[in-house]
Each structure stands twice: as structure tokens, then as C-alpha cells.
């Protein structure tokens, strides 16, 4: 069973941090994506990945950055975090014959 | 206008109904997925299709590509199927996924 791991489930940080999500996927899939879901906007791509070292920008790239050295991981970087980026974090992992699996999520609260 | 649409965007039933819900989508696809989401949970993959029909417990999920067109049937409906259903789209060429805005479900007992 595939399993995709955020490193965390809460997180809660101060304006202006630099902020790290972890996610790691366990069936070699070539494609990530980090979302964000916020009440009444649903899911939002903010990057997604399609092989190592590989980036594009999704819907809401603004403020965010990515890392994907190994194929298994994909860092989500908040540069700078500020109040507008508290909300749930979701990485989800792909292939071209698999199911989209989702992590359990990492809801994020800046203050 | 969003490229995956979905209706209704609430549906209430009671218990034992037969439920459908629906995704209409713009876009020449690879595949479409079915997402069910929990309230205060995490999401998870009901359901890939590229053709035809596919049936897992009581759930059913339809496609029809000439007319881009998807339903998720729920039969003999319980307060436990009371979530959220995405429907989600892989474009042609694309490694992205487009998603639907959800359908919100609740089931009376």
C-alpha cells in the first residue's frame, strides 16, 4: 500500500520564520504536489514536481519554494512565513498508473 | 470557468438512498479520479478511471470520455458516507491535476 508521510501534523510558527513541510512517498512515483485547502476554496496547487530536481509552479507559488533532491522526498520551504499562510498543507504523490494518494496533512498555523 | 465541475455542490439524504454525483470536466483527460475527504480528515483515493465502469462495495463510479462526463453512485447510503467527494482530472500531456470543488454529503439516520 502506498503511503505518503508528512513530518508533521501541527505546526505553529511565528511571522517571518523559515518554514519546512517534509513529505516522503514510498512507491517510486514520479509526480508530487503540494497543496493547500482552505475553507470554501478547496484544494490549490501551489508546486508540483514530475521527476528529481524537476519543479513547476502551480496555482499559488507566491511565497513558497521547493526542494526535491531524491525522488522519494519533496520540501515545501516557506521562505518567510506571514499570517495569510496558515492553513492545511497536503502532499500528494503519483504515478501514471496509480491512484493519487494524499499524506494526512499538516495544518499550519503562523502567528 | 473551472475545467471540473461538479453538482450538486450539498446533497442531503436519508439513510438507505441511492445517491449520485456528478463531474462534467472541459479537458481531454488520461484519467479521472473520485477523492472522499472525511470531516476533519485526511483524503483518500475512492476510485481511477479511464474507461467504462468501476464498482467497489457500494460504490460505483461511471465514465463516459465522449462526453466528459463522470458520476460516483453511492447504493444503500449510511451516515458513514457522510463526507466530501472530489472529483479530479489528469489532463493529456500534463503531470499536473485539475480538481473539482467537492461535493459536500451528509447522511440522516
Known amino acids: 500500500d502506498v503511503k505518503v508521510t508528512q513530518s508533521s501534523r501541527y505546526l505553529v510558527k511565528r511571522t517571518g520564520e523559515k518554514v519546512f513541510l517534509e513529505c516522503v512517498q514510498d512507491m517510486d512515483h514520479e509526480n508530487m504536489f503540494w497543496y493547500r485547502q482552505d475553507p470554501g476554496l478547496g484544494l490549490r496547487l501551489i508546486y508540483f514536481s514530475y521527476d528529481v530536481k524537476m519543479k513547476e509552479k502551480g496555482d499559488i507559488p507566491e511565497g513558497y519554494s521547493v526542494s526535491r533532491e531524491k525522488k522519494e522526498r519533496f520540501s515545501l520551504i516557506l521562505e518567510s512565513a506571514s499570517t495569510n499562510q496558515t492553513s492545511m498543507y497536503l502532499c500528494?504523490?503519483?504515478?501514471?498508473?496509480?491512484?493519487?494518494?494524499f499524506g494526512n496533512g499538516t495544518r499550519l498555523t503562523v502567528t | 470557468k473551472n475545467e471540473v465541475e461538479q453538482s450538486p455542490q450539498n446533497l442531503t439524504a436519508q439513510e438507505g438512498e441511492f445517491i449520485t454525483i456528478n463531474c462534467s470536466y472541459s479537458?481531454?483527460?488520461?484519467?479521472l479520479h473520485w477523492l472522499q475527504q472525511h470531516p476533519g480528515g485526511g483524503i483518500v483515493s475512492l476510485f481511477m478511471l479511464s474507461s467504462g465502469k468501476k464498482k467497489h462495495g457500494r460504490l460505483i463510479a461511471t465514465i463516459n470520455i465522449q462526453e466528459k462526463h463522470s458520476s460516483l453512485h453511492i447504493t444503500a447510503s449510511h451516515p458513514r458516507d457522510s463526507a466530501v467527494y472530489i472529483c479530479a482530472v489528469r489532463p493529456y500531456n500534463n503531470n499536473d491535476m485539475r480538481f473539482g470543488a467537492g461535493t459536500r454529503l451528509t447522511v440522516k439516520p
Open positions: 479537458v481531454g483527460i488520461s484519467a
Open positions: 500528494a504523490s503519483l504515478s501514471q498508473y496509480s491512484p493519487l494518494h
